[in-house]
């Protein structure tokens, strides 16, 4: 394969891999590589450790990405950062053919409406384990108004992989009435 060098357009002509990625340092394991279309892999090691993709372009799921990502953000020294696996702003007060409708998301590929104020956030990508962190807000509902309400993981259900059982509840513990804005994060 023929390597251009370019003082406009700069190096071009090899992908490379995460075992010998293209742009490397005298670590021939270790650098920039260029695993499909519109992707950049950093390596280290000769795995591949961070992927950046443009948006819109495809990430299959089955690219191996192992390491940790740590960044300094003014506090003095690098950590690990720990992403948001999951996310979605829906309406809780809309239901076709058994699902709410979503007005933002990543990562959830729909959010069923199991019944008042009662709802399963279904993810695209299943998480690495169930020992993940949920974070739910919302609006409190019409019938949770003049009383104390709580979004969240709803009592008894189980953290799969795959989805997250979530519910409103009033004082008491009652199943709230379903709210217009609810929004669901999953930390992993």
Known sequence: ????????????????????????????????????????????????????NASGSTITGTESVSGNLSFNSGYGSAAVAYGCRAWVNFDGTTNTAGFCTIRGSGNVTSVADNGTGDYTVNFTTAMPDANYCVQCTGESSAASATNDSVFGIKDGSTLTTTSVNVVETIAGGTTGSDGVYYCVAIFR
């Open 1 to 52: 394969m023929t390597i251009t060098i370019n003082g406009t357009t700069g190096i071009a002509g090899v992908d490379g891999s995460a075992a010998t990625p293209a742009v490397q340092g005298a670590d021939t394991n270790t650098g920039i590589f260029f695993p499909a279309a519109d992707q950049v892999g950093l390596a280290a090691g000769g795995s591949q450790v961070l992927l950046v």
